[in-house]
Structures are given as structure tokens and as C-alpha cells.
């Protein structure tokens, strides 16, 4: 059954792919929060159908509504040195949000944004059945555990997420704003590419 095996992480790729694709095209008709009035594009997410690794960072920026990928400014470029440094290919995982819609200013999403469109990553999660997941800041730290504590306080451990491990670490805007997190991430990369190694 092709559906089932999507799920489990099964090798049903043309299964991932039809519900990737759902999910996109949902995305591109949503209208269930305010976000979707001041897009240029939806910012499903991208990457492979079998990834190691889900990236998961907290919305759109400029960049992003412009050309509809994720984390394509700079950023997304230090972010690919990030995934690099893991022993990874940006090619080789996936890359979503927790809105799919750009919030104006580049503010941080409002809950109830978040709320609205959480159904489609835990779809894009079901589907991809990653080996890991990275949250990319506190916005998605907190949506992803259902929890309001810091980013600060939850990286540094791994989360076990409905059966996958899941680390939190510091979104990559703000390491570029403040360089005194590089080594803290440094130790959330090592302590991913040691997961990956074990698993």
C-alpha cells in the first residue's frame, strides 16, 4: 500500500511526491490568515523526497516571496554552509517553514499564523519522514515541541518528536547578527552529524 509506506519512511517515492505536491498546490490557494494578502508567492519548501535531515526555519523573507524557495538570502547562503559542515548537501534535504507566506517587515509570525498553516508541515513531515529534524530559531523550536521555552534552552539536547529526534538550535539570521552564536551552533552541527552517524 503506498500510502502506508510514505508514512513509515517506506520507499514509496511517487507516493511523497503526490502529497508534496498537494501540499504545494494547497499552499498556493491558501487564504486561512491574514499572511496570504501581501505575498508574491508561496514558499511551500523544497529538497529531496528521502532526506536526512528536515530544516525547518520560521517564515519568508524578502528573498524567498520573491522567488517562492526557501532561504535563498543570505541566510539561506550561511545556511548552506551550515548543512555543508554536517557533512550534507543542501540537495540532499529538505527546507520549509512554519508559514509559507512572508510576514511584512520580516516580522515574526503571529500564533495564530503559525496555527493556520502547521497542518501543512506536519503533512510535509509525515510524508518525508526525515531521519532529523533542525529547527532553525525559536518560532519553530517552539511550534514544533508545543512549548514556550527559548531556543537557548532547548538546543543542546535532542527532542525526540513523535518517534524523530529533533534539534533546536539558533536561526541563522540572528548568528549573523550575533557572532557569538557560531559556537553554539557548532556544537548543535557536530551533535547532528554524530545522530546521522549512529542512525
Not at 500500500?1 to 498537494?22: K, M, S, V, Y
Not at 532553525?136 to 535532542?158: D, E, Y
Amino acid at each position: 500500500d503506498a500510502e502506508a509506506d510514505w508514512t513509515t519512511g517506506g520507499p514509496a517515492g511517487p507516493a511523497r511526491q503526490a502529497e508534496l505536491d498537494a501540499v504545494a498546490r494547497e499552499v498556493a490557494d491558501c487564504s486561512r490568515c491574514q499572511l496570504s494578502l501581501n505575498r508574491t508567492n508561496t514558499v511551500a519548501g523544497e529538497g529531496s523526497l528521502d532526506p536526512p535531515v528536515l530544516f525547518v526555519g520560521e517564515g519568508p523573507g524578502e528573498e524567498e516571496d520573491r522567488t517562492g524557495r526557501p532561504f535563498v538570502g543570505a541566510a539561506g547562503r550561511y545556511l548552506d554552509k551550515w548543512i555543508a559542515a554536517a557533512g550534507l548537501d543542501r540537495r540532499a534535504c529538505f527546507i520549509a517553514n512554519c508559514v509559507k507566506c512572508r510576514p511584512p517587515q520580516n516580522r515574526e509570525p503571529h500564533p495564530d499564523e503559525i496555527g493556520a498553516c502547521l497542518p501543512y508541515l506536519e503533512r510535509q513531515i509525515a510524508a518525508l519522514a526525515p531521519r532529523a529534524i533542525v529547527c532553525l530559531g525559536r518560532i519553530a523550536s517552539q511550534a514544533l515541541l508545543g512549548t514556550s521555552t527559548g531556543v537557548g534552552a532547548l538546543r543542546g539536547k535532542v527532542h525526540d518528536r513523535r518517534g524523530i529526534p529533533l534539534l533546536a538550535t539558533y536561526h541563522p539570521s540572528a548568528v549573523l547578527r550575533d557572532q557569538s552564536l557560531r559556537g553554539p551552533v557548532w556544537e548543535d552541527l557536530k551533535r547532528l552529524k554524530g545522530l546521522l552517524a549512529d542512525g
